[in-house]
């Protein structure tokens, strides 16, 4: 995935190039839908590359909809978060791409039980499946408009932005508690309170 390699490929179009692209990572990262061990890989940092991610999940390459779902998820098992950028890591190669907001959308959510003793499991655009727990968080940001949006921890600093309509079903399941002397509004899941915001401020 060097700049030479993408440079070369650039001149066949970019329907050619992504296929490289795609076949160079695969060739490097072992392929198929197992998540290669990207956080213990350091190699040299070889730029950015024109590949972007949507505020709505759509990957770009070149500022062409990438149309290719598995091609898409092959790139995805290959993401990982460095503290300057996202990037494309390889044993071999990282090069830096952009996202807008968080590069994974939760697409679908699944509830079971109440109060201390619920679950919730989130699926992404890429298939990942992830548990609320202390480990995979939810956190609330305020958009444009002064709502929430909540993100969910999917692995080592990459963050899925739950859809809107998600988001209406996760704030209906908010409950008052009192944290640190504050009351709060939060959700409960997965044996943590992930606080969504100050009681008094929600009211």
């Known amino acids: 995935m060097s700049e030479t390699t993408i440079t070369k490929a650039a001149s066949d179009g970019a329907g050619a190039d992504l296929s490289r692209l795609a076949a160079l990572v695969g060739a490097q990262a072992g392929g198929g839908r197992k998540i290669p061990p990207v956080e213990r890989w350091n190699p040299d940092y070889c730029g950015e590359i024109d590949m972007r991610i949507a505020a709505?999940?759509?990957w770009y390459y070149m500022?062409?909809?990438?149309g290719r779902p598995a091609l898409v998820r092959l790139f995805a098992s290959v993401l990982r978060k460095d503290p300057e950028r996202h990037?494309?890591?390889?044993?071999?190669?990282r090069v830096?791409?952009?996202v807008d907001d968080a590069p994974f959308l939760a697409v679908e959510m699944a509830v079971?039980?109440?109060?201390?003793?619920r679950q919730i499991a989130f699926r992404t655009n890429v298939d990942d499946v992830v548990a609320l727990s202390p480990d995979h968080k939810l956190r609330f940001a305020r958009d444009d408009h002064d709502?929430?949006?909540p993100y969910v921890l999917v692995r080592g600093g990459l963050w899925a932005l739950v859809t809107r309509a998600l988001a209406y079903d996760l704030v209906?399941?908010?409950?008052?508690?009192?944290?640190?002397?504050?009351?709060?509004?939060?959700?409960?899941?997965?044996?943590?309170?992930?606080e969504m915001a100050d009681a008094d401020d929600a009211s």
């Open 56 to 58: 709505d999940g759509t």
């Open 63 to 66: 500022g062409t909809p990438i």
């Open 87 to 93: 990037v494309l890591v390889t044993p071999v190669e």
């Open 96 to 98: 830096g791409i952009r």
């Open 112 to 117: 079971e039980g109440e109060g201390e003793g």
């Open 147 to 149: 709502g929430v949006k």
């Open 172 to 194: 209906a399941l908010a409950e008052e508690r009192e944290v640190d002397g504050r009351r709060v509004l939060g959700v409960a899941a997965g044996g943590a309170f992930f």
